[in-house]
């Protein structure tokens, strides 16, 4: 484990259900060499080791530092710990593309500040610009994200936006900010409609890891349809995608 000294994981656990699901890509070593399991420590990582990274839920405002600065979640300015913050945590493999899920029953994200920060790492601390996920109004249940390393040490997280392009002309879809596909939170399960409305991120690489080999997988995600990676998992079917076809 990693010395956390001044910066140190303080957000609660979240009690929901965390799922991956992954899709290989065409080459993988096969022993892991990341011993490293805290998201808030430093370590790096070649193809196929697994990768340690937290998802932060607050309001926007919360992860800035004197509401001008963005800090890692890691980062002890931001106190998180002492405001309506939630944590979710997720250890997938490098270079493969993943599902990663959260179930949104026993957890709502509009409950929690409504936004989310993915990051990674203390002294070299990465993290992704907040992410709109849920308000009263509407709610965003896809996303794409993608961790960039360099050497095999992370650099950054990226949210990528397809600019609603996958849910193009389906009325029952709202395109916020020309970016993101959300659905109308009045529509969720336990808040008074019928669809689950659980987060699914699609995760993917790139860049190089500790021994240069180029990470791929963000290259191929650019090849598929957005969404189209749920159908691939039956266990999911039944709680995310396919409960838009059943609603609408």
């Not at 140190?8 to 060499?33: D, E, G, H, R, Y």
Request: charged content about 15%.
């Amino acid at each position: 484990m990693g010395n956390l000294k001044s910066q140190q994981l303080l957000l609660p656990l979240l009690p929901i259900l965390l799922t991956i699901a992954t899709l290989p890509t065409k080459t993988k070593a096969s022993t892991n060499t990341n011993g490293v399991y805290l998201p808030c420590s430093d370590t790096k990582v070649q193809t196929s080791d697994g990768f340690t990274f937290g998802l932060a839920f607050s309001s926007r405002e919360s992860f800035l530092f004197n509401l001008s600065q963005q800090l890692s979640p890691c980062d002890t300015h931001l106190a998180l710990s002492s405001i309506n913050s939630q944590l979710a945590v997720f250890r997938p493999k490098v270079d493969e593309i993943s599902l990663l899920t959260i179930n949104t029953s026993p957890f709502f994200p509009d409950s929690y500040g409504g936004s989310m920060v993915a990051f990674a790492g203390r002294r070299y601390a990465g993290r992704s610009i907040p992410a709109f996920v849920a308000n009263s109004t509407f709610t965003v249940t896809s996303f794409t994200l993608v961790l960039e390393f360099k050497k095999g040490r992370l650099q950054n997280l990226y949210w990528k936006r397809d600019g609603c392009a996958s849910y193009a002309g389906q009325s029952n879809f709202v395109c916020l900010n020309k970016q993101d596909c959300a659905i109308r939170t009045s529509d969720c399960k336990n808040r008074g409609g019928s669809v689950d409305c659980s987060l699914g991120i699609q995760l993917a690489f790139s860049g190089t890891d500790k021994h240069l080999a180029v990470l791929n997988s963000w290259y191929e995600v650019k090849n598929l349809r957005q969404y189209s990676l749920y159908g691939l998992y039956s266990n999911l079917r039944d709680s995310l995608t396919s409960q838009y076809n059943k609603f609408f």
